[in-house]
């Protein structure tokens, strides 16, 4: 069935250091792959997307990259700060068509040390 | 603007009893989705409406019930509450094209 892996499940960095999670999906059919960032208490927050027809996409210090024949997708987290500390999910759908269910990985906790 | 929006934020239930959880999407936003996050883990998708008719349904039992009104709020409803039914309640809507979804602060669900 469909299966997001996520991987590690807890990280911790040095303020200034860069920060990388990795994901594997299973849906060959997958097509688009959003990072979420959960605090503690509040609802997942959209970060960054990349669609299967792009290799790689940045934002200021975050980036994610995609290899579709590997299945693999990662986000890149550069100059951490200790704000950028959170919950972070993957995730993977097929989306644009009727439905766009998000199957999600197990996430990451990331503790950026002052 | 505001964002997504769910009611109540907390809520204490007893086994058995049924609970309704309410969604406001982001203005504009025709669909809206419904997860369950268990803590420890990631989201798991419940239900998908767009333009008020059902789009996709999770593996949830038929306890679990959703509808969409016109305005294109949504409740989510769960019938013969268990304790392993509490949970993180999470509402996401998008826009045109479905792909981007924004989720709101969820509903804390707790049975006894």
């Known amino acids: 069935g469909e299966n997001v892996e996520q991987h590690p499940s807890t990280l911790s960095v040095q303020e200034g250091d860069s920060a990388v999670i990795k994901c594997t999906y299973s849906?060959?059919?997958?097509?688009?792959f959003p990072w979420y960032k959960q605090e503690l208490g509040k609802g997942p927050q959209l970060i960054i997307d990349?669609?299967?027809n792009v290799g790689e996409k940045k934002d200021q210090r975050i980036a994610v990259t995609l290899n579709k024949t590997a299945k693999h997708f990662s986000l890149h987290i550069t100059e951490t700060q200790p704000e950028d500390s959170a919950v972070y999910f993957c995730?993977?759908?097929w989306g644009g068509g009727a439905t766009n269910k998000l199957i999600f990985g197990t996430g990451t906790l990331l503790a950026v040390q002052p | 603007d505001a964002g997504v929006t769910q009611s109540p934020t907390h809520l204490i239930k007893t086994r058995g009893q049924h609970v309704t959880l309410r969604c406001s999407p982001i203005?504009?936003?025709?669909?809206v989705s419904w997860y369950q996050q268990v803590l420890g883990q990631g989201p798991q998708f419940i239900f998908q409406?767009?333009?008020?008719?059902?789009?996709g349904r999770g593996n949830f039992p038929d306890r679990f019930s959703a509808r969409q009104f016109p305005n294109y709020s949504s409740e989510l409803n769960v019938n013969a509450l268990l304790l392993g039914d509490s949970a993180l309640y999470l509402c996401?809507?998008?826009?045109?094209?479905?792909?981007?979804?924004?989720f709101g602060p969820g509903t804390r669900l707790t049975v006894t």
């Open positions: 203005s504009g936003h025709k669909s």
């Open positions: 849906d060959s059919a997958s097509n688009y």
């Open positions: 409406y767009y333009e008020k008719e059902e789009r």
């Open positions: 990349i669609r299967s």
């Open positions: 995730a993977a759908s």
């Open positions: 996401a809507s998008s826009g045109q094209g479905i792909y981007e979804q924004y």
